[in-house]
């Protein structure tokens, strides 16, 4: 079956971390680039990162960038997302996608289009 499943969010307090797993399955894992995104209450869905099938380069929103950080386990078929220094505005519900094409422009992902998302974990930032 074709799918991608978080997990891994919670509540965390302002400054403090998580670190968000996705299971892929149903396909080569290993030849596609993948991608972190959120969706916050009441905003549009957010790329928050991507990282090539190989896992050799990595992207970030400037929004998260310093405190963010996107890995890949190729033999385990999960991409990662370790996430420092949590704030309030972070609180979203955030999806693993399969990458179908991204564009970065002066390192920024300027476009991105996904083919398989999972259903989304949910992260609360809050003390």
């Known amino acids: 079956q074709v799918q991608l499943v978080e997990s891994g969010g919670g509540l965390a307090q302002p400054g403090g971390s998580l670190r968000l797993s996705c299971a892929a399955s149903?396909?080569?894992?290993?030849?596609?680039?993948m991608s972190w995104a959120r969706q916050a209450p009441g905003k549009g869905l957010e790329c928050v990162s991507g990282?090539?099938?190989?896992?050799?380069?990595?992207y970030y929103a400037d929004a998260v960038k310093g405190g963010f950080t996107i890995s890949r386990n190729n033999a385990k078929n999960t991409p990662y997302l370790q996430m420092n220094s949590l704030k309030p505005e972070e609180t979203a519900l955030y999806y693993c996608?399969?990458?179908?094409?991204?564009?970065?422009?002066?390192?920024?992902?300027?476009?991105?289009?996904?083919?398989?998302w999972g259903q989304g974990t949910q992260v609360t930032v809050s003390s």
């Open positions: 996608a399969k990458v179908q094409y991204m564009t970065v422009v002066a390192g920024r992902i300027s476009t991105y289009k996904y083919d398989l």
């Open positions: 149903g396909f080569t894992f290993s030849k596609n680039a």
């Open positions: 990282i090539l099938s190989d896992g050799s380069v990595t």
